[in-house]
């Protein structure tokens, strides 16, 4: 066996106990690994009777195929279970260094079932898997803990929840690394619930690969490709993904106090051309990343990684704020105490609309960077305000009789990209099978910046083509577990030649888009197992109702309604979004119905 | 006159972030910006054509075609190779 490891490491916190067993191949050939794993564990594993936050959810970590092989990036690992702030299937994925050394401990995947009765943190080094007790961590932060147990990046690393995980905020985060983050649907508030507050990897077992010649030739050859692309060469290394800012402000697609409007004023005050002259100190990378987009930034205060464009997007235009070195401080915040940025800023903008409104007995209000640190703080906490927040948008929302000013789809809040302005990307949040999320699919490269062809951003007839392969292609990178970005400069169908010369299974062409389809597919069935229906796959009253009254997308709403209906008959669905039969039996899912 | 408004690291080739021009159509703006700044023809044109993933817009609505036409109070906004998520 080359490539995967072969073993599923299962660890049931209940009782300390933990077995190990092969992992199934034709399982790991029809799903490769990371999300596409995970989501096929799960299916087995948790059913619709399970509530997220019960001892019976799970918590499944894969790594894939690739990863640790020194493949470009193959650094990531991918975190699976029911989402606590939806519902829904969730995984989360995350770089850094975690995910290399958890596959240097010899497994696929790690499954965490039960729950301890005391705080918890679980050592796997060399073969060993040792339980500690961790009643002293209990309380600690997110950077506090990750050095306690001995972060050290190409040897020992620390995966952790920080207070917001510890007080099951559904919007909490896992953090691995010290500031890399799994955040997304609130995994961490899952990990808080089992008592469990860390995992450490610490191994030495080396993938293996199938052909040796062969994988140094397209090792090789994706340096080359990586080098000659100027957007991995040169557009993520420079800017990062905050230069972002400015153009989705340009063309009146940047989401803006809540999604009241289109355009900031303040967007220049915090783009990435901002962020680089002023705060930016150096590069970063994950392990074996050659394109280097992270940003070590610094003000009085703090110096860490990031702000990534989409937290600076939800602690600024969102909220209304133009204050960048707050920007920054509240991001590092959100990652000491093990928060979601993009979920903690966009419910700190739903709760400024509901104060401002008076719908919501706060002083609130758009535009007060003072504001943040303290309502997230209090988030994590669950301490005045605070408490009514941490739950994320949707839920502080309805408490409040005013759902529909969540800006969230399927509960999950939300990325920047406005959709009334960029018609594809709205098809792709309502029917992404997490949430609001521009990470299952994103139609930025084709509406905006013409990656790989411009497609125009208003066109509603047809687009659902173009959001489906997305999706499919995005979910097979999930599952290899590669950064997305290598995709810029990489073809899809090229990462199928690295995966045969890995694993020795070659994926014909097309094959694994194919893939991802049947991850895609087998993630709506959870999802329809679990009571989500069509009228899930929605948008707010607002994005479909309200169109904006200046800028470039002047007079837009999203047209969802024909588009969804295109999605269905084009992936192949019943006019419920239900995966047909003779679509489950060509992705060879026929036997989970 | 028209506005150009330069972004990402043609603000630093360029030296600006913004110039006004009087021409009437997206290629000629694109002559006139590369006459006055050199140093950045060569991230953006490949001899007379848009190298690619060079996003050009006009009042915020992408144009790839070079003929489009420029008028008075247009704002031309062109970003170099740039991505993110």
């Keep these: ?593 | 006159m028209a506005l150009i408004k330069l972004f990402a690291n043609l603000r630093k080739l360029a030296g600006t972030k913004e110039l006004s021009v009087t021409e009437e159509t997206v290629g000629a703006t694109l002559s006139a910006l590369v006459e006055q700044y050199p140093s950045i023809k060569d991230v953006i044109l490949d001899g007379s054509e848009l190298r690619p993933h060079i996003v050009i817009t006009v009042n915020g609505h992408n144009v790839t075609d070079l003929n489009a036409s420029v008028n008075e109070q247009d704002v031309v906004a062109i970003f170099p190779p740039i991505a993110g998520g």
């Excluded at chain 1, 606590?84 to 240097?104: C, I, R």
């Design chain 1, 1 to 593: 066996m080359n490539g995967w490891s072969g073993k599923i490491l299962d660890i049931d916190l209940s009782t300390k106990t933990y077995k190990t067993y092969p992992l199934d191949m034709e399982m790991a050939r029809m799903f490769i690994g990371g999300r596409g794993l995970g989501a096929r564990l799960l299916w087995d594993l948790v059913g619709p009777e399970v509530d997220p936050l019960s001892p019976e959810n799970v918590l499944i970590f894969t790594n894939g195929p690739l990863t640790g092989t020194g493949y470009q990036t193959s650094n990531r690992f991918s975190v699976t279970t029911k989402s606590p702030l939806t519902g829904t299937v969730l995984d989360a994925n995350s770089g850094g260094f975690w995910g290399m050394q958890f596959k240097k401990t010899g497994y696929d995947a790690l499954i965490v079932r039960g729950k301890s009765e005391q705080p918890v943190w679980i050592e796997i080094k060399n073969g060993e898997i040792t339980f500690h007790d961790a009643s002293d961590l209990w309380g600690m932060r997110v950077f506090a803990v990750t050095e306690k147990l001995g972060q050290n990046n190409n040897k020992r690393n620390v995966l952790c929840i920080g207070p917001a995980g510890e007080n099951l905020s559904r919007i909490a985060a896992i953090m691995n690394d010290r500031e890399r983050a799994a955040a997304r649907g609130g995994p961490g508030a899952v990990m808080g619930s089992k008592n469990l507050k860390a995992i450490v990897v610490e191994g030495k077992e080396r993938a293996t690969i199938n052909d040796p010649e062969k994988f140094k030739f397209l090792l090789y050859e994706t340096k080359k490709l990586l080098a000659a692309s100027p957007l991995t060469s040169q557009a993520l290394p420079e800017f990062g993904t905050v230069v972002l800012m400015n153009i989705m402000n340009n063309i009146g697609a940047l989401a803006t106090r809540n999604h009241q409007q289109t355009q900031f004023e303040g967007a220049e005050a915090i783009s990435g051309e901002e962020l680089t002259e002023k705060y930016l100190v150096k590069n970063a990378s994950c392990w074996a990343c050659p394109i280097g987009c992270t940003r070590i930034s610094k003000t009085e205060k703090v110096e860490g990684e990031g702000p990534e464009f989409e937290s600076t997007w939800a602690f600024g235009a969102q909220c209304g704020i133009d204050d960048l070195p707050a920007i920054i401080e509240v991001n590092a915040l959100c990652n000491d105490l093990g928060l979601d940025t993009i979920s903690a800023g966009s419910t700190i903008a739903c709760a400024m609309e509901l104060s401002e409104k008076g719908y919501l007995d706060s002083d609130l209000r758009f535009g007060r960077a003072d504001q943040l640190a303290p309502t997230v703080e209090a988030m994590a906490y669950r301490k005045d305000i605070g408490a009514e927040l941490a739950d994320g948008s949707l839920r502080l929302a309805t408490k409040y009789g005013h759902a529909e000013l969540s800006m969230s789809a399927k509960g999950m809040e939300m990325p920047a990209y406005d959709p009334r302005g960029l018609q594809g990307q709205g098809l792709l949040y309502a029917t992404s099978n997490r949430g609001g999320c521009h990470m299952r699919g994103n139609m930025i490269g084709l509406e905006v910046l013409g990656l790989p062809k411009l497609v125009d951003r208003f066109q509603v007839q047809g687009k659902s083509a173009f959001v489906i392969l997305n999706q499919n292609s995005n979910a097979a990178i999930d599952s290899l577990v590669i950064c997305k970005f290598t995709n810029m400069g990489v073809a899809d169908e090229y990462f199928a030649r690295v995966l045969g010369a890995v694993t020795g299974v070659q994926y014909a062409t097309g094959e694994l888009i194919k893939t991802g389809e049947r991850v895609w597919n087998l993630e709506r069935l959870y999802n329809n197992r679990e009571g989500f229906t069509t009228e899930h796959d929605t948008l707010p009253p607002r994005l479909l109702n309200e169109a904006p009254t200046d800028g470039p997308s002047k007079g837009w709403v999203s047209q969802l309604e024909p588009m969804l209906k295109e999605y269905y008959r084009t992936r192949g669905w019943d006019q419920n979004g239900v995966p047909t039969p003779k679509k489950l039996a060509d992705l060879g899912l026929a036997n989970l119905m």
